[in-house]
């Protein structure tokens, strides 16, 4: 299989004639438009793109729509043009190579099977291009549909197929050719909630059953979590965090990434970094919090000073409590075993998810819009950011 260097990628889409008579910015000026960076070149989509992929490796790209994560999938497919860098496969520089030199294949969001065709000579159809022997080409298929459990289906054609089993087709025509790399594309966002569910636990299962890497695009963060080794997060053509799905949870290196990933979405709340007796502690509201001895340490570290700071709490670290801040519930929604309770507090939306295991009927009851509430936090879950530039003190 293959291992993947993307070293500083860049794409920019150039302007066309009118546009580039329209452009009057002298050199070297930029401006921002919506999410993208425009400048004399063009409109950059992805910038200082820089990552190492081990053979192997399953890699989530995960963005809000227009962050690049597409574009990046697409160059590394060779179905769009590197503007600026180096890509390997392996040890190959492949900034010229053509797609079908690449090795690598890829499942799109729409499925993309010939509608005239069966199941089977779908599967098929890529390796009946290289001249595979028929009897090697019934052996992929057919293993390819047993690892998918697809095996009734291939005398049929797609549109007597559901969604998800489209969708299993599309893979197994990829697999078939024991690809380098396999490359999906949100190949789950057509699918409805419990299909991409089913759908995300095959995946897992496949990519245990074959020896490939994968890259993975997707805008959902629950399949980011649940299928990635490590996960890169981007925003505005820019990668913001690259981890694992456990230290981007607990650790997020900015604003954007602290309000990305984690859902119900993290709380963020104007507060104070103070130091009492030589201990960071945050101040909010009328609640004065001791940071745990990890943060202590992190922030010690990096010479942090008592400041203004954008305090970020995940709505399961908060607890109601007898004495905290003072909040009222607007909404309440009750999830089975937890309440997602939707409060004004400080003059701004906070949510809590509070479980319901150890409580009343009537306590759970009493939870209703316009109830008076308090809540507070410890110390280990305190995430304290910049105020100017959003970056986590901590990192």
């Known amino acids: 299989m293959a291992s993947l260097t993307l070293k500083n990628i860049k ?30 070149e063009g409109v ?3 910038q200082e793109f820089n990552l190492e992929i081990a053979d192997k490796e399953f890699i989530v790209l995960v963005g809000p729509s ?22 390997y496969i392996g040890d190959r520089l492949v900034n010229d190579v053509a797609p079908k030199d690449r090795d690598i294949a890829m499942v799109f969001q729409n499925y993309a099977l010939y509608p005239h065709m069966t199941v089977y000579d779908n599967m098929a159809f890529a390796l ?46 990829a697999i078939v050719r024991a690809p380098q790399v396999m490359l999906m594309d949100e190949p789950l966002s057509n699918l409805d ?27 959902d963060q629950t399949e980011a979590m649940t299928l990635g080794d490590r996960i890169v997060i981007m925003k505005d053509g820019f990668i913001q965090q690259i981890g694992t799905p456990q230290e981007v949870f607990n650790h997020p290196y900015n604003l954007f990434v602290a309000g990305f990933i984690g859902t119900p979405q993290m709380n963020l ?12 502690a945050v101040e909010l509201a009328n609640v004065t919090v001791e940071l745990s001895d990890e943060k202590q340490a992190k922030l010690a570290a990096n010479n942090v000073e008592p400041q203004d700071i954008v305090l970020g709490v995940r709505p399961e670290h908060i607890e109601l409590a007898a004495e905290g801040v003072d909040a ?18 400080m003059g701004r939306d906070v949510v809590l998810v509070v479980s319901t295991m ?14 008076n509430v308090k809540f507070n936090f410890a110390g280990h879950v305190c995430h304290v950011f910049n105020k100017e530039t959003g970056i986590n003190l901590e990192a």
């Open 269 to 280: 709340f104007d507060a104070k970094l103070v130091k009492n007796n030589g201990k960071y």
């Open 44 to 46: 950059v989509a992805v």
């Open 358 to 371: 150890n409580m009343t009927g009537a306590e759970v009851a009493a939870l209703t819009g316009g109830a």
């Open 128 to 173: 009946k291009l290289r001249h595979t022997p028929k009897d090697e080409i019934d052996k992929k298929v057919k293993e390819a549909a047993e690892i998918l459990d697809i095996t009734q289906y291939l005398g049929r054609k797609p549109k007597a197929l559901s969604g998800g089993q489209r969708q299993r087709v599309a893979i197994g025509r």
């Open 328 to 345: 009222k519930v607007d909404v309440s929604e009750m999830m089975g075993s937890s309440v997602h309770l939707h409060v004004t507090a």
């Open 193 to 219: 909630a419990k299909l991409r569910n089913q759908m995300r636990a095959e995946i897992i299962k496949l990519r245990e059953r074959i020896n490939t890497t994968f890259i993975y695009v997707t805008h």
């Open 66 to 87: 227009g962050c690049g994560k597409s574009t990046t999938l697409r160059m590394i497919a060779g179905l769009e043009e590197i503007s600026g860098g180096e890509l």
């Open 11 to 40: 794409k920019v889409y150039p302007f066309n004639g009118d546009d580039a008579k329209k452009k009057k910015k002298k050199k070297g000026e930029s401006e921002k438009k919506t999410n993208l960076q425009i400048t004399d």
